[in-house]
């Protein structure tokens, strides 16, 4: 009976490959793409009922791969190698994006661009990450780089370390960009303090900072959008 039942979730996973491989992930119901991914590190179960298990609870699927490790490993049927396998799907994620859909893209054109492109790396941080973009001087993408982390006041923003970076890249312009993962995105006294300090900093270098963007769950705040540049 054993035997029978093992056979069966070998035939059905085989089943479920072979239509993604053939058809797409555009063909998958949310719970097949969950219960694929999932039997790639629970190798003897069937994984369909831990899927829905987790859409139901979580909503969608996004929502069930942006969780933190520690809720993962709270939930009925998922281990430690599951909960890391699912962090290390979503961190190779954000490796491509980096890699890929910003360089592609070349220019910034808006905050909310932005945005969409680091939300993932800051959106679930449990501290303070503080993040610059460095432009040329056609605002072309050079590199994004996390330069500090903790908690992020104006005694703990060194300028001299952003302005050494900004000389090794050869940029004309930045962008700052930190999280707070309260979630509540509205800049504090200090966030206001650090960016002004920073801004007549570097002008005295002619580097110009064209925005600072505070990132808190799935909102942000521009203080260029908000006409505080």
Request: net charge positive; with cysteine.
């Amino acid at each position: 009976m054993r035997r029978k039942v093992e056979k069966l979730k070998k035939g059905h996973r085989s089943r479920l490959k072979k239509k993604y491989f053939e058809k797409g992930i555009d063909i998958l119901l949310d719970y097949e793409i969950l219960e694929l991914l999932l039997s790639y590190s629970i190798i003897r179960k069937d994984c369909k009922p831990l899927a829905k298990q987790l859409l139901k609870k979580y909503k969608k699927l996004s929502n069930v791969l942006n969780i933190d490790t520690d809720e993962l490993l709270k939930e009925n049927g998922l281990g430690k190698e599951t909960a890391l396998f699912l962090k290390f799907i979503k961190d190779i994620h954000k490796i491509y994006l980096r890699e890929t859909k910003l360089q592609k893209q070349i220019y910034i054109n808006s905050s909310k661009e932005l945005f969409d492109y680091l939300r993932l790396d800051l959106q679930n941080e449990q501290e303070e990450v503080f993040k610059v973009v460095f432009l040329n001087t056609q605002n072309k993408f050079i590199k994004e780089e996390e330069l500090f982390r903790g908690t992020i006041d104006k005694n703990y923003i060194y300028p001299r370390e952003i302005v050494k970076k900004i000389l090794n890249y050869n940029a004309k312009s930045v962008i700052f960009v930190h999280n707070h993962p309260s979630g509540i995105v509205k800049p504090s006294k200090a966030d206001i303090e650090i960016t002004k300090k920073m801004q007549i900093t570097l002008e005295t270098l002619d580097i110009n900072v064209l925005d600072h963007i505070i990132i808190g769950g799935n909102d942000y705040f521009s203080f260029s959008e908000n006409k505080m540049l």
